[in-house]
């Protein structure tokens, strides 16, 4: 079974642009989770996306957006970049059972995209 | 607020020096508690879940325990390969997949 798959690995960007990440979670994984990574900071939560519905958001500014489509493949953008963006993106998927209530199950990271803003 | 520790944040280990890696949480109705492995630029690698005080669970040189307020991952006679960051992480409360992950430890083990 392949695993979640992001795209793209590597980016550099300018302050003030913008950039789309891509994110494939496993076959049959309808939930999606980003987080970002900085050295500082370790694992941050973004965003969780069920069903092309955001569920959860975490502490970041409104630069940060994303959507799941209907094959529960997930895109997030950020927007007027800042050098602080710089980090390793993580997208991670798992198989949330119907209601997502009691325990959780294991979230399966992909490879991460890592962005380096200038 | 809940919040994972990790302790220690960096271990230097010669091959065959068995220790244990410590994560401690604040989460009331743990909904799981999981385990990773990070090497560098990549994404982390899951090991184990643990739902209940007292579970254990083991992958080769690996053993996850837990109570109920922390776990530990204990590695017997390590190899170099084992040199990793490891995070552990918990759902907080609210019923989303969110997790909060600890800073991690680095594990270095030395041949």
């Known amino acids: 079974k392949a695993g979640v798959t992001q795209t793209p690995r590597y980016l550099i960007k300018t302050r003030g642009q913008q950039v789309t990440l891509s994110c494939s979670p496993i076959?049959?994984?309808?939930?999606v989770s980003w987080y970002q990574q900085t050295p500082g900071q370790g694992l941050q939560f973004l965003f969780e996306y069920f069903s092309e519905t955001q569920r959860n958001k975490g502490n970041f500014p409104g630069r940060f957006s994303g959507r799941q489509f209907s094959n529960s493949r997930s895109e997030m953008n950020v927007s007027t970049l800042e050098l602080g963006d710089s980090a390793l993106y993580l997208c991670a998927s798992s198989l949330l059972l119907a209601g997502g209530h009691g325990v959780n199950n294991e979230q399966f990271f992909g490879p991460g995209t890592r962005l380096t803003v200038l | 607020e809940d919040q994972v520790t990790q302790s220690p944040e960096a271990l230097r280990l010669q091959e065959g020096e068995s220790s244990s890696l410590n994560c401690s949480y604040t989460?009331?109705?743990?909904?799981?508690l999981f385990w990773y492995r990070q090497d560098p630029g990549k994404g982390p690698e899951f090991l184990f879940t643990?739902?209940?005080a007292g579970e254990e669970k083991e992958k080769e040189r690996l053993k996850a325990t837990l109570t109920k307020k922390e776990s530990f991952l204990h590695i017997t006679a390590p190899k170099p390969e084992d040199s990793a960051t490891y995070l552990c992480?918990?759902?907080?409360?609210?019923?989303?997949?969110?997790?909060?992950f600890g800073k991690g430890t680095k594990l270095t083990v030395n041949p």
């Open positions: 992480a918990v759902p907080p409360q609210g019923g989303s997949e969110k997790l909060v």
């Open positions: 989460v009331s109705g743990l909904r799981g």
């Open positions: 076959s049959g994984h309808r939930s």
């Open positions: 643990l739902y209940s």
